[in-house]
């Protein structure tokens, strides 16, 4: 996430918004970048309550184990029409590849 976080000018001149969406709760968010991983500049968005609402209806809430109850590490890019132009599940201890976004990003008409 720092690595997005890093290049959001980059982001924005694909005109995109980086956000975050997870089950975790706000005050969760706000413990985690205090503690681990610094300050983000862009949206966290707690999917909390009601529980996993965002994530279910994207297909991306863990229901079996072995960590039921949390969302896949997943990016979206939804193109100005609101339709999903990219999508890709990461395994839980990777994040997404910030280039390969970025090329997706490029491939939308402009």
């Not at 956000?19 to 503690?35: P, R």
């Not at 996993?52 to 193109?79: H, K, M, Q, W």
Request: aromatic residues 8%; glycine residues 6%; charged residues 20%.
């Amino acid at each position: 996430m720092p690595a997005l976080n890093a290049d959001l000018a980059t982001f924005a001149g694909l005109n995109a918004q980086v956000l975050d969406i997870s089950v975790d709760s706000v005050s969760s968010h706000i413990a985690w970048q205090k503690k681990e991983i610094g300050m983000m500049e862009f949206p966290l968005c707690a999917d909390f309550y009601p529980h996993a609402g965002a994530t279910s209806e994207y297909g991306i809430l863990r229901v079996a184990p072995p960590v039921p109850g949390i969302s896949e590490r997943a990016a979206f890019i939804v193109d100005t029409d609101g339709k999903i132009a990219f999508v890709k599940i990461y395994p839980l201890d990777s994040l997404p590849d910030k280039e390969e976004l970025l090329a997706e990003l490029r491939k939308l008409p402009g």
